[in-house]
């Protein structure tokens, strides 16, 4: 554990970024100032829907980097869409977890799920990849099923298989003795806001922000339905045209369950959020907007006053992009089945992008991996802000080194100018 070890200790020359706190567009800092309260005017977002940022004091986005905040942290900067001069910001999605030695071993002898219940531990996991990796962010170590334990309903995530719902909810008498989320709920919500407040403890003086998440309705809702993993989410696939009233309130308490989860994330110190909605390429657009982006957009809107950019990632989602985004998003995650320059093209100007190294290439060799981010690097240039990050999930056999590599090689490169990423220099 690092408590006996400061943050300087752990992060030395990180803290003394040379691009300093970045630069914003005077349309983008005057729009700021007009609706942000000065303790909090770094945190307001460029883009996207929501009134002024209303963070609690002290909060790491309330700060400029300058002042030991985050808040203009370049990777927050290009979340939303300013102009930064600064090396190129990266993270991984699952860049915690069992991809590291040092994970496993703290893991020993524990549950996943108890894991993310124990703050320390929590903040912990959540820490190591940004002190081994020097990524430029952290992502909260948890689960988009946590907040179904929190609730009072049994839940595992078992070794090799992932979240298993021990009551699958298949009627509508599961939907109606699904638990109430009151004060109770709020309450079991403790151990995230904690964690999430050590976790910033250590991440904050070296001006690294922290990224919350939660998982979306359809995506959890898919996995309270089939009882575990599922390939095509068949079963929630016909809850939704056979029942739709009772899909409908099943997603509503789903988006609840994790709305609320998320926002004790950001209230607790995260300075950006990220809705994963994985499994969402199942369905047809028609159907997303019918029974989907609804309740995506509920989640959305539990965080939009806090003013803090949001994320919205799927997986095989390109025919959603833009009804995603519409969900309350200021940012599109994208995966590695779509090209990130057709992605920039397919939605509206303006909009942030981040990703999509496809993972294969960390078992390629260097060559290929390096050719493939410098690749990702240009098409990311012609959007308004583009954050590194990997098209899904770091893969558990992924060589570690490999991945600290990559981050230098990252940081290492110029980000391309809009116009070489149009092809026009
Ligand atoms: O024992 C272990 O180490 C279990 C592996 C593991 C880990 C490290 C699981 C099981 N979840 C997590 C943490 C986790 N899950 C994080 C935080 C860490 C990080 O990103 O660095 C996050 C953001 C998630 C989110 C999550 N869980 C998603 C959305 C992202 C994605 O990968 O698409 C999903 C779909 C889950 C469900 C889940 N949890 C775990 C597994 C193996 C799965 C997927 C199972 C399946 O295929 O359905």
Redesign the pocket.
């Known amino acids: 554990m690092t408590q006996n070890r400061t943050s300087e200790d752990v992060f030395h020359d990180s803290a003394s970024d040379p691009s300093g706190p970045a630069a914003t567009t005077a349309a983008a800092s005057a729009a700021a100032s007009a609706t942000a309260p000065a303790t909090a005017s770094a945190a307001a977002p460029g883009t996207g829907p929501g009134p002024a940022a209303a963070l609690p004091d002290g909060h790491p986005s309330a700060r400029p980097l300058a002042e030991g905040g985050v808040g203009d942290a370049p990777l927050l900067q290009r979340l939303r869409g300013r102009p930064v001069q600064a090396p190129p910001s990266v993270w991984f999605?699952?860049?915690?977890?069992?991809s590291l030695p040092e994970?496993r071993e703290l893991?020993e002898g524990i549950t996943?799920l108890d894991s993310c219940l124990q703050p320390e531990l929590a903040a912990e996991i959540t820490v190591q990849?940004v002190r081994r990796h020097r990524v430029d962010a952290g992502?909260?170590?948890?689960?988009?099923?946590v907040p179904v334990r929190l609730a009072g309903m049994s839940v595992e995530?078992q070794?090799g298989?992932?979240?298993v719902i021990e009551h699958p909810i298949r009627s509508e008498a599961d939907v109606d003795a699904l638990p109430e989320l009151g004060d109770d709920y709020e309450a079991a919500l403790a151990p995230i806001s904690e964690a999430v407040q050590r976790t910033v403890a250590e991440l904050t003086p070296a001006g690294v922000p922290l990224i919350g998440?939660a998982?979306a309705p359809f995506?959890v809702a898919s996995?309270l339905v089939e009882g575990g993993?599922s390939k095509d989410h068949l079963r929630t696939r016909t809850l939704m045209r056979d029942r739709p009233e009772v899909w409908a309130r099943l997603a509503a308490w789903v988006a609840e369950l994790s709305g609320r989860f998320l926002r004790a994330q950001v209230l607790a110190g995260a300075s950006a959020t990220q809705l994963?909605d994985?499994?969402v390429g199942s369905l047809s657009a028609e159907q997303y907007l019918a029974h989907v982006q609804p309740h995506s957009a509920a989640v959305l809107s539990r965080v939009a006053d806090l003013g803090v950019p949001r994320i919205h990632f799927g997986?095989g989602a390109a025919h959603l992009l833009t009804p995603m985004l519409e969900a309350g998003a200021t940012a599109m995650g994208v995966d590695h089945r779509l090209s990130l320059r057709d992605a920039v093209s397919a939605l509206p100007a303006g909009t942030p992008v981040q990703g999509n190294i496809d993972p294969a290439v960390l078992f390629a060799s260097e060559a290929a991996r390096q050719a493939e981010a410098r690749s990702v690097l240009t098409a990311g240039a012609a959007a308004s802000g583009h954050v590194v990050n990997l098209g899904?999930?770091v893969p558990p056999q992924t060589d570690p080194q490999v991945l600290t590599d990559l981050v230098s090689y990252l940081h290492e490169q110029p980000v391309p100018s809009q116009a070489a990423s149009e092809g026009r220099a």
Do not use: E, K, L, N
Not at 93 to 98: K, L, S, V
């Open positions: 999605m699952r860049q915690a977890g069992r994970y893991r996943m990849p992502i909260f170590f948890s689960d988009i099923v995530i070794p298989v992932g979240p998440f998982g995506t996995y993993p994963f994985s499994w997986v899904h999930g």
